[in-house]
């Protein structure tokens, strides 16, 4: 499929000129990405594993960078992200079992 640490990285550096470019929307953007950190009834992993199935609904491969970095980092298990991709296949069926395989790809690719 693709090498997600180097299409993590690239995304990285776009984000970080967009910030240069609009540094307003990208300020918004930042405070509502970091809401859910403040959350008192899901955990962080519950919310990643939220955030991927999320991602392959709307077949984001950023976001499914960006989320399976901090899912591995959280110490997320391949047969987690299974379930929680599982519920996103259920919600979504073809198109969410492609994207599925995309991110498991993507597990396997950046855990080292």
């Known amino acids: ?3 997600w640490k180097n ?3 690239e995304v990285k550096e776009r984000v970080g000129e967009m ?3 609009v540094p307003e929307v990208m300020k918004g953007y930042g405070t509502l990405a970091v809401s859910g950190e403040k959350s008192v009834h899901l955990d962080a992993k519950t919310r990643e594993l939220i955030s991927l199935a ?3 609904t709307t077949r984001c491969d950023g976001c499914i960078a960006s989320h399976v970095e901090a899912a591995l980092k ?4 391949k047969e987690e ?3 929680a991709l599982g ?3 259920a919600m979504n069926a073809g198109a969410a079992l492609v994207y599925s395989a995309r991110t498991l790809d ?3 690719n950046m855990k080292g």
């Open 81 to 83: 992200l299974a379930e």
């Open 7 to 9: 299409y993590r990285a």
């Open 87 to 89: 519920v996103a296949i």
């Open 54 to 56: 999320v991602a392959v």
């Open 19 to 21: 910030r240069t470019l």
């Open 106 to 108: 993507a597990f396997e």
């Open 1 to 3: 499929m693709i090498d």
């Open 74 to 77: 959280l110490g997320t298990s």
